[in-house]
């Protein structure tokens, strides 16, 4: 019961108190962080923990699973949080060591003025491997999450074992679109309106119909992004085109696409695989969240490929 309660109140009580816990059951000890050198013994995180860059935003992060397996970084799509994961930790975690965090702008993270990157975006997630001293992981990454994939795996291969890229592109135009987005948000600081647009591009009418808790979940995520943090984020996809860079990538990769995906298009999935070296293509009937629409192929493939 205890357990629950924190889970449901860690969000408002971690912005409210900076508190950064990290508790094993097992040993009944609290620590602010792990590392690859603990015990081999299972860790669970009831609450979010934070590191600050070197640019002094304030990141949130999550550790999942036993120590002594394999790291797998789940990367979030824009203007949701760690949590969109949270239905595959169950499964990940009988085989990996699951790191989660919210990206700059997003979630319970920082969001500074100002227009990101892709660049900077990503060697937010080498310092945060840095400071957990976690040498290399397999990467899965999500929309936005699948733009930071794409450049760790260019410029940080040695860092990324196996990729896997979701319901992403390698460019995502035209720029007139973005702008017009973060000229609303700079201007008015409304993200109300961003909440039904989300949800409509993420998933299908009838899947809202079926399961509304779901889609309440991720219209909260959405409304709880920082307008700033919301406009800053659309700078950097409007930015990251990395269609030429990801011919670069040698790492083997995932690519899973959606087949009604009107946001990042099949073709795009497509063009990625196509580009990157060998890179494996899978297209599942889905729009756009293939995590939560299509739990159990989606973990199926992501298992299978990491496992193989």
Do not use: C
Request: charged share 20%; net charge neutral; aromatic share 8%.
């Amino acid at each position: 019961m205890k357990t629950k309660i924190v889970r449901h109140l860690e969000k408002y009580a971690m912005l409210a108190m900076g508190v950064l816990t990290i508790t094993n059951p097992a040993a009944g000890k609290s620590s602010y962080h792990t590392n690859t050198n603990m015990t081999q013994m299972t860790i669970h995180t009831y609450t979010k923990a934070y590191f600050t860059t070197g640019d002094n935003v304030r990141i949130a992060y999550r550790l999942d699973g036993p120590a002594d397996k394999p790291v797998l970084v789940l990367s979030n799509s824009i203007a949701t949080d760690l949590h969109m994961w949270d239905e595959q930790i169950p499964v990940f975690t009988k085989h990996f060591r699951v790191l989660r965090f919210d990206t700059r702008g997003n979630g319970s993270s920082g969001a500074p003025v100002g227009d990101y990157s892709i660049d900077r975006m990503s060697n937010d997630v080498i310092e945060l491997l840095d400071y957990l001293k976690i040498d290399r992981v397999h990467f899965l990454g999500l929309s936005l999450g699948g733009f930071i994939g794409q450049w760790l795996a260019v410029h940080e291969a040695h860092r990324i074992d196996k990729l896997i890229l979701a319901n992403t592109s390698s460019y995502l135009g035209p720029r007139d679109t973005w702008n017009g987005l973060i000229g609303s948000l700079r201007k008015d600081g409304d993200i109300t309106p961003f909440g039904a647009m989300f949800i409509n591009n993420w998933l299908p009418k009838t899947y809202q119909e079926q399961h509304p808790e779901v889609a309440a979940k991720f219209r909260a995520m959405v409304l709880a992004t920082p307008p700033v943090g919301l406009a800053g984020s659309f700078a950097a996809v409007r930015d990251g085109d990395q269609r030429r860079t990801i011919a670069l990538i040698t790492n083997k990769t995932l690519v899973i696409g959606g087949r009604y995906d009107g946001v990042t298009l099949p073709e795009h999935s497509e063009l990625i695989a196509k580009t990157i070296p060998q890179a494996k293509l899978i297209i599942l009937p889905v729009v756009h969240l293939s995590n939560v629409e299509a739990p159990q192929v989606f973990e199926k493939a992501v298992i299978d490929f990491l496992l193989d």
